[in-house]
């Protein structure tokens, strides 16, 4: 079964700063995708970047960008310029690309993590 | 309306009511999905339909009751809840092709089983 994993319940960065938002997922599929998903206090969850495994070049979204390592598992999420907008919970998220199975649009999510954004 | 609507957007309800959750997708999207988001514990898939057929029922309880009459409207009927039921209940859709595969969340609605 897929996991995501996100070990950071709780950051927080300086107005202007940036930020890296730490995620790790296991699977043995070896085509999928993955998600940052931005749910302010607001709670309208929205997508802020996505990344495909079959894609060797990082995402990136205006001030937000990504460190996908694939070997490691691992799926980053830089934010710089952070502004004050930024605070949220921050969801990562892994779906597999097979188009055929049931299992087609499953989200699977990590735990999250709070960002605060200090003026 | 545009995007993912969810109605109501507040619902308290004693554990012998039954009451209903409704979503409506604006987006011309053809799957739809009900999440359950508890306090400190990651989103859970509940429920998912493609084409308005049941394609994933993530062992939810048989007292949540999932209902899509349209590529359009998805509800979740509620009886005989439970306090830990307690939660905010996403509902989500996509289009069910490898091109578009975002997820557009609706602003959920927050439930209190008291």
């Known amino acids: 079964a897929q996991t995501v994993t996100q070990s950071q319940p709780e950051m927080s960065v300086q107005e202007a700063e940036t930020v890296t938002l730490s995620c790790t997922y296991d699977?043995?599929?070896?085509?999928?995708?993955l998600f940052w998903y931005k749910q302010p206090p607001s709670r309208q969850m929205i997508l802020v970047i996505r990344?495909?495994?079959?894609?060797?070049q990082n995402a990136t979204e205006n001030r937000f960008s990504v460190n996908f390592q694939k070997a490691a598992k691992s799926f980053s999420l830089k934010i710089s310029d952070s502004q004050l907008g930024d605070a949220a919970m921050y969801f990562c998220?892994?779906?597999?690309?097979?188009?055929?199975?049931?299992?087609?649009?499953?989200?699977?999510f990590g735990q999250g993590t709070i960002l605060t954004v200090h003026p | 309306e545009t995007g993912v609507t969810q109605t109501p957007r507040h619902l308290v309800m004693g554990m012998t009511n039954k009451k209903s959750l409704k979503c409506e997708q604006h987006?011309?999207?053809?799957?739809m999905y009900w999440y359950k988001q508890s306090a400190k514990k990651p989103l859970e898939l509940m429920f998912v339909?493609?084409?308005?057929?049941?394609?994933e029922n993530n062992s939810v309880p048989s007292r949540f009751s999932p209902e899509c009459p349209n590529s359009s409207h998805l509800f979740l009927h509620l009886h005989t809840l439970q306090p830990e039921d307690s939660a905010l209940y996403l509902c989500?859709?996509?289009?069910?092709?490898?091109?578009?595969?975002?997820?557009?969340f609706g602003p959920g609605t927050r439930l209190t089983v008291t």
């Open positions: 989500a859709s996509s289009q069910h092709d490898r091109l578009t595969y975002e997820q557009y």
């Open positions: 699977t043995s599929e070896s085509d999928y995708y």
């Open positions: 990344q495909e495994a079959y894609k060797q």
């Open positions: 998220a892994y779906r597999i690309a097979n188009a055929g199975g049931t299992s087609y649009g499953k989200l699977t």
């Open positions: 987006l011309g999207h053809n799957a």
């Open positions: 339909y493609n084409f308005k057929e049941q394609t």
